[in-house]
């Protein structure tokens, strides 16, 4: 069934496509019952584990940049997804880049997107949040707004945090998208401190502690991998998302090399990312030492490249791309999945 649904979305283009599928999905988890409206989506899974401090529904969520607005917390949950990230989310509303900015590469299973931030500001999409659906882990993607300097972007990264402290389990610093001019740059120890430091500051003054995520680029080199991971550890946040899109299109056949670069530029997801998206992972949990855990995003998909991560030390699965090439099965295969039982999950 999933099949003919794809083919029929891939008839739009896919910014179009994200938005009626969801909207669709949105509407019909309103309705009681809802089982036989959503046919393709197999009974929840429910298979608790720990992770920083969090108790998760399962170990696979939907990551940052699918349910940017949080217009569709209750599809998410309702297609068996453990935990969503909502976002980015910047503290004043911005358009985003230009239209056409979400392209397929279907040969290559993968994705090219220059979303750029795209998003309702915080004050609007905090509204929505209010009333998600009971038992689903939410998480807030933060990011900084397009013209704010980089010297500044610590106050919008503080901003979102303020904004939705009290109605997230969780929030992720992202400083690895390849589409916001400069953004990458947040990376290096000295701005990425100047980032997490008032974070985890104004955490600090507050009665409940939410765990605070770093998300990073597949395009760091290895003693970039361990500088990080020793920078999160030291300014005391709870895990490392790995990865972000990447700009490196190497992974891509020569057909679909020529057709991405008609496309231009953005960050390629899926397929193509699932190699180097591994090797970061396991670079990472080796460079982390068991200090925080390891959430998995990039190139899952299938159950069997969620095992390797899995393998590899991660603690959590996050999909985006697999989940559009896969459907919904994906989630409740991987989500069935056992870690080794002699696997450390870290946790805080």
């Known amino acids: 069934m999933f099949t003919l649904i794809r083919r029929f979305l891939f ?19 309103s309705l009681r019952p809802m089982h036989f409206l959503l046919r393709g989506c197999r009974p929840r899974v429910l298979d608790p584990v720990e992770v920083a401090g969090l108790q998760f529904p399962n170990r696979v969520g939907l990551a940052a940049g699918f349910d940017k607005n949080a217009r569709y917390l209750r599809a998410a949950h309702a297609l068996g997804f453990g935990h969503v ?16 900015r979400l392209f397929r590469l279907p040969g290559a299973q993968a994705l090219i997107n220059r979303m750029g931030f795209n998003n309702d500001g915080m004050d609007m999409i905090v ?6 659906p009971a038992g689903l882990i939410l998480g807030c993607n933060l990011g900084k ?6 010297h500044e972007a610590h106050i919008d990264y503080l ?15 992202n400083v690895s998208s390849p589409n916001t001019p400069q953004l990458r740059q947040l990376q290096e120890s000295a701005w ?3 980032i997490l430091e008032p974070l985890v500051d104004y955490r600090r003054q507050q009665k409940n502690h939410k765990p605070i995520f770093l998300k990073i680029a597949p395009d760091l080199e290895d003693d970039q991998i361990r500088e990080v991971a020793d920078v999160a550890v030291a300014a005391g946040i709870d895990g490392i998302i790995a990865t972000n899109t990447t700009i490196n299109r190497s992974a891509l056949m020569a057909r679909e090399q020529k057709r991405a670069a008609q496309y231009g530029e953005g960050g390629l997801s899926g397929a193509p990312l699932t190699e180097r998206a591994h090797q970061l992972t396991q670079s990472l949990v080796s460079a982390l030492d068991g200090r925080i855990p390891v959430l998995a995003s990039g190139g899952i998909m299938s159950v069997e490249i969620a095992e390797a991560r899995f393998k590899s030390g991660a603690s959590l699965i996050q999909l985006y791309t697999g989940f559009v090439y896969s459907g919904p099965e994906l989630i409740y295969r991987i989500a069935r999945v056992k870690p080794l039982k002699n696997q450390r999950l870290a946790r805080r």
């Open 11 to 29: 008839l739009f283009n896919p910014e179009t496509a994200h938005h009626l599928a969801m909207a669709v999905l949105q509407f019909f988890s």
């Open 85 to 100: 990230e909502v976002g980015t989310i910047t503290p004043r509303p911005q358009a985003g880049n230009p239209k056409p």
């Open 127 to 132: 509204k929505r949040i209010k009333n998600r």
């Open 145 to 150: 707004n397009k013209d704010t300097p980089l």
């Open 159 to 173: 901003s979102v945090m303020q904004c939705f402290y009290g109605d997230v389990d969780y929030f992720t610093v």
């Open 192 to 194: 990425l401190n100047k």
